[in-house]
């Protein structure tokens, strides 16, 4: 029994160290242009299980709150307002590693800096319509899966 005990410990442990979870969200300009197929199809392929699922558009008041740590630059007011333009797709990933692997699934913030074969490259249109959001960092990406999905919502 205490075998198992010390088992259970080591994969809570893998799991705090390799994260497992992402949160992601296809933007207002890629769900209008129709891309959330394709894009969705380009996750998979590359491993990630979709945990939750939800078509929603943000109230100004969330994405205030949700891009928070941008409030200070420059393009915060472009930002709110391209957001809150339109629907968006909110997802949970899970995957080994899935923060750093779905960072380099989607590419650079600006598409023109994007590696060939990256979501953004492939599907965004500037550095402001950027069709994808990925988690910078697993804190986010606890903080931002909480915001949109409760625990009784992810399978
Ligand atoms: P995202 O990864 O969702 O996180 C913050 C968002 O701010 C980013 O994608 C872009 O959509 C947007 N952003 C970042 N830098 C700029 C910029 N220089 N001008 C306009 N929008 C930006």
Redesign the pocket.
């Known amino acids: 029994m205490q075998k198992y005990k010390y088992l259970l410990f080591f994969l809570d442990l893998h799991k705090l160290i390799i994260m497992n979870k992402t949160f992601t969200m296809i933007k207002p300009e890629a769900v209008e242009k129709n891309l959330t197929g394709e894009i969705l199809q380009k996750i998979c392929q590359k491993g990630f299980n979709v945990i939750a699922l939800k078509k929603t558009k943000l109230s100004v008041s969330q994405a205030k709150k949700f ?1 928070d740590v ?1 409030n200070e630059r420059p ?1 915060f007011n ?2 709110i307002e391209y957001i809150t333009s339109g629907p968006i797709i909110a997802i949970i990933l899970e995957k080994d590693n899935a923060v750093l692997d779905f960072r380099n699934l989607i590419g650079s ?1 600006d598409p023109n800096e994007a590696e060939e074969g990256t979501i953004r490259k492939m599907f965004a249109e500037s ?2 319509k ?1 069709a994808i ?2 988690s910078d960092s697993n804190e986010n990406a606890n903080i931002e899966c909480d915001f949109f999905f409760s625990k009784t919502e992810r399978f």
Request: proline share 0%; net charge neutral; aromatic share 18%.
């Open positions: 891009y941008h393009f472009e930002l913030t550095k402001s950027n959001h990925g």
